[in-house]
């Protein structure tokens, strides 16, 4: 397993213990022992789901008392699944996933994926810190995409359940100095957390031995309806923004325009699909969130009205980057069969700006020796009847 991580291997699906029982007759008490196993008051279910160059790949499945569960492999710390009720009764899936690790392995676009070192694109694949000049891989015609070609998504990660009694589950992975071009050891540590309100928190955590850049993000793509075949055009979208970064070839421009009035304008609710004819392409862009705080803030709302979903995205971080599914073209099929076609799904993905280690005006990327870099995101289904 990559990285040092004490911790694991102490996942236990069962408990094995002790119990003593006082027998009285008479005058004589009778002390008994019997082993037995009981489950762990836990809710993590771990699922052994193959080998990958030599290392083993595990699901974890984090269980909540509402009955959501959202499902985790150590191969691309990638959210799987989550199973959600809908207001009629029913459950299904609302991210797009696999049921065996073989469909991660014919390279699906980042489905559910943990993305790093760097999320979304760095122009021409170079960034300078100090005097030194990186280069790393174009992946995405003259740019850098997610990572390179084997980013954090494609790397098995070390993970650990919690042991004090929540649905969580922590991943941890060591980024080389030299991976994918990338300067510095960088000690990447991603938890996921299913609360017993509805929540799927991400907590990001990284420290690095010289001076890199960091910025990660996590790419589900949801469809509320649970449905692959019915698209998210039809879902309300709120965005906290007033600024958006217009792009060309997908790398921002420096500037931070506003949003009033034109397709970008999510600060009231409006359908993607409503004005997605007069956005090049369709969305993926990355909006400047209008922040109030430092903290884990609500940023943007994303509702289906069939099943009565509703995904409440909260984050610490400036920017999110909003991907309508544009590229997805049916090549790939969910594990029952159904294409998976444009606008299947959708990715909110919480991050800072494309491009930022070449953009001096935008929100810093930069992690140097000694610093913590600490985000943290969250998702909160709300099921309206
Ligand atoms: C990017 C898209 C890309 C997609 C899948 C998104 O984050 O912004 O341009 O096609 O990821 O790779």
Known sequence: MNGDWPGYG??????????????????????KKTEVTIAPHYKIDKLDWGEIEGQRVFLFSLTNKSGHQVTVTNYGATITSWVTPDKLGGKSNIVLGFESIDGYLARPPYFGATIGRYSNRI??????????TYSVATNNGENHLHGGNKGFDKVIWCAKPSDDGSASVTMNY??????????????????????DDNELLIGYYAETDKATVVNLTNHSYFNLTGDVASSILDHTLQIYADNYTPVENGIP????????????????????????????????????????????????????SVSGR??????????????????????????????????????LETQHFPDSPNQPSFPATLLQ????YETATKYRLVINK
């Open 10 to 31: 102490l996942y236990h699906d069962k408990i094995t213990t002790m119990s003593t029982t006082i027998l009285t007759t008479g005058d004589d008490t009778v002390e």
């Open 123 to 132: 122009a021409k694949g170079r960034f300078v810190i100090g005097n030194d």
């Open 174 to 195: 060591l980024s080389k100095d030299g991976e994918e071009g990338y300067p510095g050891n960088l000690q990447v540590a991603v938890t996921f957390t299913l609360t």
């Open 253 to 304: 421009n420096g500037e931070l325009k506003n949003v009033a009035g034109g397709p970008f304008d999510f600060l009231q609710p409006h359908t993607i699909g409503e004005r997605i004819s007069r956005v090049d392409g369709g969305y993926d862009h990355n909006f400047v969130l209008t922040r109030k705080s430092n903290g884990l803030e609500l940023i943007a709302t994303l509702a289906d």
């Open 310 to 347: 509703t995904l409440e995205v909260y984050t610490t971080e400036p920017g999110m980057q909003l991907y309508s599914g544009n590229f997805l073209d049916g090549s790939f099929k969910t594990s029952e069969g159904k294409s998976i076609n444009k606008h299947a799904a959708i990715c």
């Open 369 to 372: 020796p000694g610093e913590k």
